[in-house]
């Protein structure tokens, strides 16, 4: 029971008002984000990455993981509220929550999503800090070749095993890892690809690239889409409070979210939306009112908006305890971590222990100012959908801008910032997905960094690749999870894969 | 495959156009790597050789796509507002222009009033003010309270000092 123990510390630790207080931030602004559709968490924390440049690590990061997980609770507004998803975890729970706002139900929609969220939240986290020492044993006695596997998972899972091909999710990713060569190598120190541009010997930032792509390339979508979608706010009717029997078809379909999200989000599958629908699918068949779905079922709701929330909890353990994001939002985080110096993984629990527990525990205090937020405070919140378009959007593309401008205004990398953003908005058109671009250029180094240490070790040999049972094992999971779907495409199952896409968080 | 009637033809010219850029890319990288030694230490791969695999992964999507031009049926794309996102772009690009010489807080109004623009505000006597109010709200907080270094130029002067 070591866990508690530290748990313990971690939530003294976290008491300090200082943290509180980012805490406070980051779960006001993961709302505000969430609510808003269009902008998600990851974009957020890209954005916040120069800000807190000079400010306490720990706190940061206490509020980058109040921003993803109010994120997961904002969204769920605008899904009922809007019929738009806030967020790309969401698009389940605009099934059934619009409807069930449609029929004057908003309020207990809102409702079960928020309490769901907070159930799934205080499980999901409490498994994290119980797992994460686990983990963390067990990582330490991977080598090279296994962190090389479970990259190499991870990149055919973010980039071709869901979506509509894996042609264009492997063309994102490769591109990814292309502008991850630029720069010095980190093994040798040789320059590549740049040409002698003294700016590109850095390499491109993880930043610059995220809020390009997630920004720009969202604000010049919807300028471009603007004239197709005019969707009508529904004024929350009624009493926000659930009725007994909202209350005892909620709470099975809460914890079964759970159950289903958490290992979604802490395997390396790709996003939290996978859980949603997986949930979705789960409390339609499960459920004793099968005629009420599609036309505002509460479980409907209720499940998914846990698992979105398990999963987000559980895309930290696998971040924390091996340094792999399985997300967009994890993946900046990642770049969070680094931009203080510190590498996730398991030397992280022995080296700083005292920030991943407080950490971990803010999560614990972060999920219950969620419940207060956005539960008394909804109505607020809802006023955040009526801002009109033109005014929302010039304010996202000037703060969007601040961040490099802040960090590092040369012309070079603001131009940067405009051809990704351009690149973006033509990936977006053309349907190709954005997050395998940031996760590539994230991880590409990392990964290359282990295979060639990994080959180090073995002077050359490449079967050490497959040499461990577990990178064999990994090895042979990422070959499914790239050739399995592209069957399935080709007899023309594929609309189930394209509805998991995972877009952005 | 054939008998519906699909708005788009074959080939697919956007994936040709992509085919493309991904060779270039991938030629760039090789020629990029060809330069660098071939240093491969221990483990007998060096940086140009982890360069030179992904060089040859871009040339391989890019035949993948060429292909798949020819055989798959396009998506159909979302119509797309052309000017509006023109003006989007271009607020950006007056802001890189304009950033050293008039300052943070006149460049990004430009932004600001031109994204408004392409997004359907079309009065810019009214929204560049608007941005001008805006941007120098957030130059205050964010280099007055938070210390950020932005580029300041004659407002930022008259309103903050040095």
């Known amino acids: 029971m070591e866990a508690l123990s530290f748990l313990m510390q971690g939530l003294s630790a976290a008491m300090d008002p200082m943290l509180l207080l980012y805490a406070l931030i980051g779960v006001t602004l993961g709302t505000a984000v969430g609510v808003l559709p269009g902008i998600g968490p990851a974009l957020t924390v890209a954005l916040l990455l120069p800000v807190t440049y000079g400010h306490d690590p720990a706190g940061s990061l206490i509020m980058f993981a109040g921003i993803y997980y109010g994120g997961m609770y904002g969204g769920s507004t605008t899904s009922i509220l809007l019929n738009t998803p806030g967020e790309s975890a969401s698009i389940i729970t605009a099934l059934e929550g619009n409807k069930m706002a449609r029929a004057g139900r908003g309020g207990p929609a809102l409702a079960t999503a928020a309490i769901g969220s907070f159930i799934a939240g205080l499980i999901a986290t409490l498994a994290l800090a119980f797992m994460a020492p686990y983990v963390v044993k067990i990582a330490l006695a991977f080598g090279p070749r296994d962190y090389f596997a479970l990259m190499c998972l991870a990149f055919i899972t973010v980039s071709s095993a869901f979506g509509d091909s894996a042609r264009k999710g492997l063309i994102s990713l490769f591109i990814g890892l292309a502008l991850a060569l630029v720069g010095i190598d980190q093994l040798t120190g040789q320059a590549r690809l740049s040409f002698g541009v003294p700016q590109l010997l850095d390499g491109i930032e993880v930043t610059t690239l995220a809020v390009a792509m997630f920004a720009l390339g969202e604000a010049f979508f919807v300028a471009g889409c603007r004239a197709t979608n005019d969707e009508q706010v529904i004024a929350v009717k009624g009493s926000v409070w659930m009725t007994a029997q909202d209350w005892a078809r909620s709470w099975k379909a809460w914890l079964r979210g759970t159950v289903i999200g958490f290992p979604i989000g802490a395997l390396p599958a790709g996003g939290a939306e996978i859980g949603t629908f997986l949930s979705y699918a789960a409390e339609k068949r499960l459920t004793k009112h099968p005629e009420e779905f599609g036309k505002g079922a509460i479980e409907g709701v209720a499940g998914p908006e846990a698992a979105n929330n398990a999963s987000a909890a559980g895309t930290l353990v696998p971040l924390l305890t091996l340094g792999l994001p399985t997300s967009a939002t994890a993946a900046i985080m990642l770049a969070g971590f680094q931009q203080f110096g510190l590498q996730p993984g398991p030397l992280l629990f022995v080296t700083s222990p005292q920030l991943v527990w407080s950490l971990i525990a803010s999560l614990l205090i972060a999920n219950v100012m969620l419940l207060v937020l956005n539960l008394p405070l909804i109505g607020l919140w809802v006023r955040l959908l009526t801002i009109p378009k033109p005014w929302l959007y010039a304010g996202i593309m000037v703060f969007a801008t601040l961040g490099t401008i802040g960090a590092n205004p040369s012309p070079v990398e603001l131009t940067m910032l405009l051809i990704f953003g351009l690149m973006g908005y033509l990936m977006r058109v053309h349907g190709y997905p954005i997050a395998p671009v940031v996760v590539g250029l994230i991880l590409g180094p990392m990964a290359e960094q282990q295979l060639r240490r990994a080959l180090a070790i073995s002077q050359g040999d490449v079967t050490t690749l497959v040499g461990s049972p577990l990178s064999a094992t990994l090895l042979v999971c990422a070959a499914l999870a790239l050739i399995v779907p592209m069957i399935l495409r080709m007899r023309g199952r594929g609309q189930v894969l394209s509805q998991l896409a995972a877009d952005e968080d | ?162």
Not at chain 2, 37 to 46: L, Q, T
Not at chain 2, 70 to 92: K, Y
Not at chain 2, 117 to 145: D, E
Request: aromatic share 12%; hydrophobic share 55%; net charge positive.
């Open chain 2, 1 to 162: 495959m054939s008998g519906y009637n699909y708005p788009q033809r074959r080939p697919d010219g956007a994936a040709l156009v992509v085919a493309g850029l991904l060779a270039a890319f991938g030629g760039v990288i090789l020629w990029d790597a060809a330069r660098l030694h071939a240093s491969g230490g221990y483990a007998g791969v060096g940086p140009g050789d982890v360069a030179r695999w992904i060089g040859y992964a871009l040339l391989g999507l890019a035949l993948w796509s060429a292909v798949a031009a020819f055989r798959e049926t396009p998506m159909r794309l979302p119509r797309q507002d052309v000017p509006a996102v023109l003006w989007v772009a271009g607020g950006l690009l007056a802001q890189i222009l304009l950033l050293k010489t008039v300052g943070f807080t006149i460049a990004t109004a430009l932004l600001f009033a031109f994204t408004a623009r392409g997004f359907g505000k079309r009065n810019l006597a009214m929204t560049i003010p608007v941005g001008i109010v805006f941007s120098l709200a957030v130059y205050v907080v964010f280099a007055g309270f938070l210390k950020l270094t932005l580029p300041s130029g004659l407002l930022e002067h008259l309103f903050v000092g040095k």
